[in-house]
């Protein structure tokens, strides 16, 4: 059984939590607002029990210029030969966390070492320190074992709420939780509930519907939907993929039957046919767009797929990055059940593989 943080004593306990804030960002204004809050609950309640101080660690993007730079357990954003790209630096998400969440943050140059001890001596009740993206150590991906302890020293509670990293064994996430008490946050325990739902014993008849890119990752999963679901409709780049490697499938699996121009897209009969199928389901799991959503017409599939998706009366789950932020753009986000903040992570979850986030939690 997972750790909750509802078992946790947290009464005066220094608290390090594990978020998800790896958002799009435009002009230091963060687009996926939905993965921000998702954190809200959780940062709630850490900050209602009596003595509690929090500190969030997070990453934004792949900060790839500095993956080989860490010069030892040098502070690398104050090495003079060493140049931080600030878009990659959560300071500018510091402002959008506190409107979202509706709390005071303190940012803190660093994710390790005196800055962050500075930070803890000076912190006030109520108040959350971001630290900085950790990903700007190398480290972290390596789950190299002396910066995880870097990273937990001065804390007394581990907790992470970022469901999207917990298929990845790194230092942030498994590393962290192996040296302290360690819980899962309400975020991840509702990830976990809703997932579970669609996963095994779906609501028949189920339907998925897998666009996207890269097929090695989405293979796995339509072969695991072929067990439990009764229809599983492919869009997007890794339909045409499927087609011209002559992939064979069930008779669950409908491919496309025409297309856009040049591929982009679905076309019109095919649309017709999964709007068809949409409206017979009882769930629906939906990650990847169907086609070029960005250019138009060739978002013309994606679009009349949510629409059908919406107005179905179906449990639905909709995750990936992308798909997500079609659903933010046209404010729909309200309109679907569940909202999954994992792309990669509620792949391989659904897909059966082996969490280590979460297992490291048990």
Not at 166 to 174: K, P
Not at 308 to 323: L, N, P, R
């Amino acid at each position: 059984m997972m750790r909750r943080i509802q078992n946790a004593d947290l009464r005066n306990k220094k608290v390090l939590m594990r978020v998800d804030f790896n958002v799009a960002v435009d002009n230091k204004n963060a687009k996926e607002k939905y993965k921000i809050f998702a954190s809200k609950a959780t940062i709630d309640y850490i900050l209602s029990q009596e003595g509690a101080k929090l500190a969030l660690v997070g990453h934004l993007g792949r900060p790839t210029a500095l993956k080989n730079c860490l010069l030892g357990n040098e502070l690398l954003i104050n090495h003079p030969e060493i140049s931080i790209d600030s878009e990659f630096s959560l300071k500018q998400l510091a402002d959008d966390a506190e409107r979202i969440l509706g709390i005071e943050v303190k940012f803190v140059e660093d994710c390790i070492g005196e800055k962050v001890k500075a930070a803890q001596i000076c912190q006030y009740r109520g108040e959350v320190l971001l630290l900085e993206n950790v990903r700007f150590y190398c480290n972290d991906e390596k789950n190299d074992q002396e910066f995880a302890k870097q990273l937990t020293e001065n804390f007394d509670i581990f907790v992470n709420d970022a469901f999207s990293v917990c298929h990845r064994d790194q230092a942030s996430v498994t590393g962290a939780a192996k040296l302290l008490p360690a819980y899962a946050g309400f975020w991840v325990e509702k990830e976990i509930e809703n997932l579970e739902k669609i996963k095994n014993n779906p609501m028949a008849p189920a339907v998925a519907i897998i666009g996207g890119a890269k097929i090695e990752t989405k293979l796995p999963l339509i072969q695991a939907f072929e067990k439990t679901y009764d229809y599983i409709l492919v869009g997007g780049k890794i339909a045409n993929e499927a087609i011209d490697q002559g992939l064979k499938f069930s008779n669950k699996v409908i491919l496309p039957v025409d297309f856009a121009e040049g591929r982009m897209d679905i076309g019109p009969k095919t649309i017709e046919k999964f709007k068809e199928i949409i409206k017979t389901a009882k769930t629906i799991v939906w990650n990847g767009p169907m086609g070029k959503f960005e250019e138009e017409p060739f978002d013309m599939g994606t679009n009349e797929i949510l629409d059908a998706v919406i107005e179905s009366q179906a449990f639905t789950v909709i995750g990936g990055g992308e798909t997500a932020e079609i659903l933010e753009k046209r404010n729909l986000i309200d309109r679907v059940s569940f909202v999954s903040t994992g792309g990669g992570a509620m792949l391989e979850y659904l897909s059966g593989n082996v969490m280590p986030g979460i297992e490291v939690l048990q």
